[in-house]
């Protein structure tokens, strides 16, 4: 069914959610998770920034897939998240992408963020929102 699903991350706690339900449904399915950050270059985080804080975010997810047995892998990326998540389900074969319904950038109040309503309308691949 699913062998490799692609969680993006960026710190929030719906992106932590998001992970840690796709570390506990990669470990029924005996799949790998790929934990991925995409930094927008054109924001004002630093590039320095972007590597300390998106290690950071990767590895808490990381750590978790491992105390539970589970294969990961991770992807850090300084450039255009919208772009760059069709790259990476690509080049990565992703079978089901895990993310939160809205990120750092997002509202409480909206239903899905921005980067969030991108993925369900432009990726051809299962997807499960978590909120």
Known sequence: MYKRILV????????????YNAILLAKQL?????????????????????QSHGQEYI?????????????SEEVLIYG???????IIARKSQIDLIVLGTHGTSGLTSTLMGSFTE???KNIDLPIMLIK
């Open 8 to 19: 993006p991350v960026d710190g929030s706690e719906i992106s932590k959610r998001a992970g």
């Open 59 to 71: 590895n808490e997810i990381r750590d978790y897939a491992s105390e539970n047995n589970v294969d």
């Open 30 to 50: 005996n799949a790998t998770v790929i934990v991925t950050y995409i930094a927008d270059q054109k924001s004002s985080i630093s590039y320095e920034e972007f």
């Open 118 to 120: 991108f993925v369900v």
């Open 80 to 86: 255009s998240p919208k772009n760059d998540i069709r």
